[in-house]
Nanobody
């Protein structure tokens, strides 16, 4: 059983930056692709970014490209999401998720393809 614990959220102003962290435990970190999702009130959960098990492949949703970087540290079993130039529309609960390596990248946006989820961290961007 893999446990995921997010941290780093908060209340910031438009244009600010945040780095979210997700610490994984209870499994072999390199067995999993790691994703960050977000969910705003009244909206569906959506993929923000994903990094593959080796760190060699990433994917970002269009609305965050150029403002967002996902990385992973295998020594610390941690995945990071650097968010720059934050906008009010980035306000949401951000969730870390893990899925077993080898799953088709055609399904990266499908929440059902992920095996483990964190509890979420709130990001609020004021205008």
């Amino acid at each position: 059983q893999v446990q995921l614990v997010e941290s780093g959220g908060g209340l910031v102003q438009a244009g600010d930056s945040l780095r979210l962290s997700c610490a994984a435990s209870g499994g072999t970190f390199s067995n999993y692709d790691m994703g960050w999702f977000r969910q705003a009130p009244g909206k569906e959960r959506e993929l923000v970014a994903i990094i593959n098990w080796s760190g060699g492949r990433t994917y970002y949703r269009d609305s965050v490209k150029g403002r967002c970087t996902i990385t992973r540290d295998s020594d610390k079993n941690t995945v990071y999401l650097q968010l720059n130039g934050l906008k009010p529309e980035d306000t949401a609960v951000y969730y870390c998720a893990a899925r077993r390596r080898g799953v088709s990248w055609g399904y990266v946006g499908s929440t059902s393809s992920y095996d483990y989820w964190g509890q979420g961290t709130q990001v609020t961007v004021s205008s």
